[in-house]
């Protein structure tokens, strides 16, 4: 697959099939991924991949976390604050979103609330953990994140969707106990990896973007 076609066609799955993703399938997304640029080749990230017993253990975990209101501690913290321009997106996402799901979603019973979803890792047979050293800094970040994008880009290739999600981290005491994460690591982000459920409701909707006229400042071209 072309990388502008990968581009284009990932968004945030956020329903998919049971259907497992093979080792192997696995194996080679990570492979082509772990390419990925980083700080002086640093390569920070140790990455866990859960599915099977495992993750439906934790999932399970997770959505008694929901059920007791346990509050959210991810090792990353979020900004107390977002710039205006920033959470005025986030709102625009939120209203986007719903104005898809009413349109979409003829019987409302059948419409999962999205925390519901998330705390269920929108049914992704497979999650990648990515960790790093506790003691690095927001420099190490950048490398996990583009980690994480090539990653959805080569798991495009295999025709596998995916959702990266905080909120997959967002309990990480519930992940570093299931899956044998060492205390010194922090866990930064998960990426649901499985097959979209091209029927559902809530895979219906795709987020806008900023235009390059709006994103970019170009200087002497
Ligand atoms: C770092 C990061 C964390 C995210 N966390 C969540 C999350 O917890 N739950 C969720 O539903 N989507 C989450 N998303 C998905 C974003 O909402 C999504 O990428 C954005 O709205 C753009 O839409 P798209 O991915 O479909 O293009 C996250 C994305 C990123 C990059």
Redesign the pocket.
């Known amino acids: 697959m072309e990388v502008i076609d990968a581009l284009k066609r990932?968004?945030?799955v956020?329903a998919f099939k049971p259907d497992p993703v093979d080792r192997k399938t696995l194996e080679n997304i990570l492979e082509a991924a772990l390419k990925a640029p980083s700080w002086a080749n640093t390569q920070p990230w140790e990455i866990y991949v859960a599915g099977g017993g495992v993750l439906n253990k934790l999932r399970e975990a997770y959505v008694q976390n929901l059920k007791n209101c346990v509050q959210r501690s991810p090792d990353l913290a979020a900004p107390k604050q977002w710039p205006l321009a920033l959470q005025g997106r986030m709102e625009s996402?939120r209203a986007e979103r719903t104005t898809t799901l009413e349109r979409v979603c003829l019987d409302k019973t059948t419409l999962k609330d999205?925390s519901e979803?998330?705390y269920h890792f929108?049914y992704a047979p497979a999650v990648a953990y990515l960790c790093m050293d506790r003691t690095l800094t927001p420099w190490s970040v950048f490398d996990l994140?583009l980690l994480?994008q090539s990653i959805m880009l080569a798991a495009q290739n295999y025709g596998v969707d995916s959702?990266?999600?905080?909120?997959?981290a967002?309990h990480p005491d519930l992940v570093r106990q299931e899956l044998k994460i060492p205390d010194d690591l922090s866990i930064i982000?998960g990426i649901a990896l499985g097959y979209a459920d091209p029927g559902h409701p809530q895979n219906q909707?795709?987020?806008s973007?900023r235009t390059v006229q709006d994103a970019v400042t170009f200087l002497g071209i």
């Open positions: 990932r968004f945030t956020r996402l999205l979803m998330n929108f994140g994480a959702a990266t999600a905080v909120t997959l967002a982000i909707f795709r987020s973007r």
